[in-house]
């Protein structure tokens, strides 16, 4: 049995909200906008290939909105259902915190780290959905 995707998963979660006294009338729309945009993050991340990244800037341009704040915190939040080492920050750093867990992940995904070997080469990881 396979796992959820990440978009039904935030639609259950925005389900079980509605029945227990969710927002209501225009908290209500904008609350619809905030799971519409973490469902599209976490739809992004989901889709990034073993082996290649994107950092969070390059994650909001793909969504169409919101910025790499917005992105970190939808992963700070979401990011244990998608391949959150995927997405970096700026430098090629992984995420803060997290640095060894995602360091392991990107050797057995083969993905091309710097000279370092602390950060990812965003030159030949960077990965492109077109």
Do not use: N
Request: aromatic share 6%.
């Amino acid at each position: 049995m396979s796992a959820p995707s990440p978009r039904k998963v935030v639609e259950v979660t925005s389900s079980q909200d509605a029945v227990t006294g969710g927002a209501q009338g225009a908290e209500e729309t904008e609350a619809s906008s905030a799971e519409t945009f973490v469902a599209d993050v976490l739809d992004v991340v989901h889709a990034i290939p073993p082996g290649r990244v994107l950092t969070y800037g390059d994650v909001a341009a793909l969504v169409g909105r919101g910025g790499p704040r917005q992105v970190g915190k939808v992963m700070s939040q979401w990011g244990s259902l998608v391949p959150w080492w995927r997405v970096l920050r700026a430098g090629g750093a992984p995420p803060t915190g997290h640095e060894q867990r995602a360091l392991k992940h990107y050797r057995d995904e083969g993905t091309p780290l710097r000279a370092d070997g602390e950060r990812v080469d965003l030159k030949t990881a960077r990965w492109s959905p077109e």
